[in-house]
């Protein structure tokens, strides 16, 4: 079954950097656009970035644009965030998700939880 | 991007429907057939239950039925289960923006 295990998250300090991971299996992985969307705590969700399939089309939100990078490597099977200028509005659980259908996402996985906080 | 607008709660009985709406503007909901809903039980992931509008992912029970007029989409739940107490999300493609969720609706069951 199509399983999704986010890794990488953790306490970092205003202006700091993290890079999330995201193992998929269970689907072709090429085949399709992948997405992390976040989630601050108590609060709604967020859409973050997504990937296609190649990895040549990418797009972010405003609010991350410019300090995120999203990629991926479909040899490995993963799915990363490369997070840098970190501020504490970052705060959240962030989720990576598949996108089986056009923008929305399918499953998705357990989350990763990032605090920036000094 | 400004996130479209759910109320904060919904609620009804056992066996009742109730529906949810989502109002976005026409660079949104109303502008494309690409609205999804989403349930999230506390603690847990979120789960997509509708997407383009109207469509059931497989295992979605037929209970749950999406739908659109203008620049207002709706999630309805029918013969409320105990199970459905959830927080729910619509989100639609927003154009450049991308995609866009709603705030959510914290749905009740009495």
């Known amino acids: 079954q199509v399983q999704l295990v986010e890794s990488g998250g953790g306490l970092v300090k205003p202006g700091g950097s993290l890079r999330l991971s995201c193992a998929a299996s269970g689907f072709t992985f090429s085949d399709l656009y992948m997405t992390w969307i976040r989630q601050a705590p108590g609060k709604g969700l967020e859409w973050v970035s997504k990937?296609?399939?190649?990895?040549?089309?990418?797009y972010y939100a405003d609010s991350v644009k410019g300090r995120f990078t999203i990629s991926r490597d479909n040899a490995k099977n993963s799915l990363y965030l490369q997070m840098n200028s970190l501020r504490v509005e970052d705060t959240a659980v962030y989720y990576c998700?598949?996108?089986?259908?056009?923008?929305?996402?399918?499953?998705w996985g357990r989350g990763t939880l990032v605090t920036v906080s000094s | 991007q400004t996130a479209l607008t759910q109320p904060p709660s919904a609620s009804g009985s056992p066996g009742q429907s109730v529906a949810i709406s989502c109002t976005g503007t026409?660079?949104?909901?109303?502008?494309?057939?690409?609205v999804s809903w989403y349930q999230q039980h506390p603690g847990k992931a979120p789960k997509l239950m509708i997407y383009?509008?109207?469509k059931r992912p497989s295992g979605v029970p037929d209970r749950f039925s999406g739908s659109k007029s203008g620049n207002t989409a709706s999630l309805t739940v029918s013969g409320l289960q105990a199970e459905d107490e959830a927080d729910y999300y619509c989100?639609?493609?927003?154009?450049?923006?991308?995609?866009?969720f709603g705030g959510g609706t914290k749905l009740t069951v009495l």
């Open positions: 026409s660079s949104d909901v109303g502008g494309y057939n690409y």
């Open positions: 989100s639609s493609h927003a154009g450049t923006t991308n995609v866009v």
């Open positions: 383009e509008v109207n």
């Open positions: 990937i296609s399939g190649s990895g040549d089309t990418i």
């Open positions: 998700a598949r996108d089986p259908y056009h923008y929305a996402s399918d499953p």
